[in-house]
């Protein structure tokens, strides 16, 4: 079928045919392949202990974990109450037979999560507000199932990130994250119904691009009180620091200047953690107590 006449006897609302069967497959091919991941949420939880003590942390939520919940199964393994959140049916399902009963995930949407007021210390926000209907919305509803002092580890996109492509990418366009507002939104309408191979077949693209400022904007009108990069949770003895004089020299120089600091982070703004105040004031949406 071409792709003139792919709609001629389909709604256009329909969107492309089996997306979501397609992107399934290929997400699930695509992780399958992907190595690692024991490392990297090693490296996460040690990153986050210097913000918090996680020996006090027991339950934490994996928004978006997708069909392969690698992350849930590392936590669950690792001894933390967690649960995964996906908005994909198709994706549960594949997600339950990968875990085989290490733990739960349950269908609910970022703007609605299935979870009770104030029952989370840790909520996981990985590539998912990239792909939200409604960032604010899910940014409120992760501070509604934080208990006070709890965190949200978010990665995302950064909209001034030098960087031509890379495999994997949001989108196969090079510079695409640079391209203006109505332009990325013609591709992302030229993705959904006419070539779902710009996005790599997901049936939700990236329509959001942030920046470290906007994603602290965001994060205080719905709540959060305080606001960490990665560079600001790193330390001179890190192995990837400490090998070069030059890289612990500019974690402080980048620590401790505030021009520095920005300009670091127009490369490295699509990690943010935000942080829940420990005691209850009425300026935030939630007044719950802890659990």
């Not at 913000?51 to 919940?69: H, K, W």
């Not at 974690?251 to 920005?262: E, Y």
């Amino acid at each position: 079928m071409s792709r003139t006449d792919l709609y001629g006897s389909r709604r256009l609302a329909e969107g492309y045919p089996e997306l979501e069967s397609i992107s399934t497959e290929v997400f699930s091919e695509s992780l399958s392949h992907d190595t690692g991941q024991e490392g990297r949420v090693a490296r996460v939880l040690e990153l986050l202990d210097r913000l918090i003590d996680l020996s006090t942390i027991r339950r934490i939520a994996v928004v978006g974990c997708g069909p392969r919940p690698e992350t849930v199964r590392i936590l669950a393994g690792r001894g933390f109450d967690v649960i995964g959140i996906e908005p994909v049916e198709g994706h549960v399902e594949h997600a339950q037979e990968f875990l085989d009963g290490a733990a739960t995930v349950a269908v609910g949407t970022a703007e609605r999560l299935p979870l009770a007021d104030g029952s989370q210390h840790v909520v996981f926000l990985e590539s998912v507000l990239e792909h939200v209907d409604s960032p604010i919305h899910s940014l409120e509803e992760t501070y509604r199932v934080l208990a006070p002092g709890g965190i949200a580890f978010v990665t995302t996109t950064n909209r001034l990130r030098l960087a031509v492509n890379r495999k994997g990418a949001e989108f196969n366009v090079r510079f695409y994250n640079w391209l203006p507002a109505l332009v990325k939104e013609c591709y992302v309408h030229r993705h959904l119904h006419y070539d779902p191979r710009l996005a790599n077949y997901t049936p939700r693209p990236a329509v959001h691009w942030f920046t470290f400022n906007s994603l602290c904007a965001l994060g205080r009108t719905a709540g959060f009180a305080q606001f960490y990069s990665h560079i600001d949770l790193l330390r001179a003895d890190d192995p990837s620091v400490r090998s070069s004089l030059i890289k612990r020299r500019l974690v402080d120089a980048v620590r401790l200047n505030p021009w520095a600091r920005a300009a670091a982070l127009t490369q490295v703004g699509g990690l943010v953690v935000m942080r829940k105040r420990p005691v209850e004031t009425d300026d935030g949406p939630g007044r719950e107590e802890q659990p």
